[in-house]
Structures are given as C-alpha cells and as structure tokens.
T-cell receptor
C-alpha cells in the first residue's frame, strides 16, 4: 500500500537558518503530494501541494518539488522564523476519486530566537 | 468562506460508552473525511463520505462508523469506547471532484476525545 517516510525529529534551528525536512513516498500511479503544518492545539493547515512530477509547491517562503524519479517531496525554507515552530506532515493522496491522505509521522520543528 | 467546524472541541467519556462527533464542511464541499491522530499511531484515515455515501474506509473496527447528511454535514460515532480510542479526531472537507488529480482536503480544529 501507499506509504510516506518522513525525516525523524525533533529539529531545532536558530532563527534565519536554512531548513530541509526530507520526505519520500511509495505509491502506485501519480499521487498528489502535500505538506501540512500543525500548530499546538490546532488542526492541520495546508502549507503547499504539488499534483504532478516536477511541480513546485510554494507558500510563505516554503518550497517543495515533486520528484518522481526519486519519489521525494522535501520541504525547504531559506530562512526560518520563530513563528515557523510547529509540526510538519508530509502526505500523499492517490489519483482518482479516493480522498484518503496517507501521512508521514511528522517532524517537530523548533526555531530559537 | 467559513472553514471546517467540528463540535464539540473536547469530550470526556468512560469506557463502554458511545460518542458522536460532528463536522460541518466548507460550503460547497461534498466530501468529508475523518482521521484519528494519536501519539503512537500518528494520523490514520478512518473513512470518507461523498454525497451521503461512504466512498472509502480505513482499517478500523466496526465500532467506528459515520454518516453524511444531504447538506454534507457529517457525524462519526464510536461505540463501546476503549481507552485506546483517546485521540484527536480530525475532519477534513474537499470539493470531492471525480477522478483525476486529488483535490485538497481542508481540516477542522479537531475534537479531543479522552476515554477514562
């Protein structure tokens, strides 16, 4: 079945440092790929998405590129802020009518001032 | 547009009881999915409803059930609660467009269920 493997956390960075959170997936066909973020005590917020190979999703300075050849969707940001502290989830959804997200285990990011 | 709303936000129940959680999707969205989030198992898919029909189901026992109404609002029910059912239950809605590229799911704030 489908699966998502995400970089283990927690990750602690200083403000303005570069961030990379690795995500690889296993799926048949052409899934859509997502990054969601969860702040303490809240639900999940969509951060960015990509629906086909070589697509780049971007939002709030975060970027991720859908690499089919390496089955990866790594999350990157050039300069993190304290407000970026949260848990980040990589997820995939199969093509077709199914609306079933498969999530990675989540990566806790803490950014120190 | 108003986001996905879930009620109640917090619930405390005892083993053996049953519970019903409610989800109101974004206006115009016809698909509602439910997920369970626990520290041990992470985020797991429960089921999806579209146009009042269960379209997809995850690997959970029959104690977990759901339904969807004609206005797309959805409820999930857990009967005979166990301690391990303590979790954050998240609801997500999407337009539910047929076929092709999966549309984006938007999540509510969740219902925190504690089973004592």
């Amino acid at each position: 079945g489908d699966s998502v493997t995400q970089m283990e956390g927690p990750v602690t960075l200083s403000e303005e440092a570069c961030l990379t959170i690795n995500c690889t997936y296993t799926a048949t066909g052409y899934p859509s790929l997502f990054w969601y973020v969860q702040y303490p005590g809240e639900g999940l917020q969509l951060l960015l998405k990509a629906t086909k190979a070589d697509d780049k999703g971007s939002n709030k300075g975060f970027e991720a590129t859908y690499r089919k050849e390496t089955t990866s969707f790594h999350l990157e940001k050039g300069s993190v802020q304290v407000s970026d502290s949260a848990v980040y989830f990589c997820a995939l959804s199969p093509s077709g009518s199914a609306r079933q997200l498969t999530f990675g285990s989540g990566t806790q990011l803490t950014v120190l001032p | 547009k108003a986001g996905v709303t879930q009620t109640p936000r917090y619930l405390i129940k005892t083993r053996g009881q049953q519970v019903t959680l409610s989800c109101s999707p974004i206006s115009g969205h016809r698909s509602v999915s439910w997920y369970q989030q626990t520290p041990g198992q992470g985020l797991q898919f429960l089921f999806e409803y579209f146009s009042e029909t269960q379209r997809n189901k995850g690997n959970f026992p029959g104690r977990f059930s759901g339904r969807q109404f004609s206005n797309s609002r959805s409820e999930m029910n857990v009967s005979t609660l166990e301690l391990g059912d303590s979790a954050l239950y998240l609801c997500a809605s999407s337009p539910g467009l047929a076929g092709g590229v999966a549309d984006t799911q938007y999540f509510g704030p969740g219902t925190r269920l504690t089973v004592l």
